[in-house]
């Protein structure tokens, strides 16, 4: 399951994920990967994104953990 909600969140702020790469430190493949679910975010991967993006702690499930239907 794709997670569009963080997805919107990084253009929102960086314009694509491709300017994301640098200052969250991962490759694009594997920030894809990790928002597609095929792999799975670290704690302190989640920590820095959340730093970036100004993501609340409160919001950390809207944006890490999607349920699916």
């Known amino acids: 399951m794709y997670n569009n909600v963080l997805r919107g ?23 894809l990967a ?6 799975d975010w670290t704690a302190s991967e989640v920590q820095r994104i959340c730093r970036l993006l100004e993501i609340q702690p409160k919001e950390i499930p809207d944006y890490f953990f999607t349920q699916e239907v």
């Open 34 to 39: 990790k928002i597609s679910g095929s792999t």
């Open 9 to 31: 969140r990084i253009v929102q702020k960086y314009g694509s994920l491709k300017n994301f790469v640098e200052p969250v430190g991962l490759s694009y493949a594997s920030i």
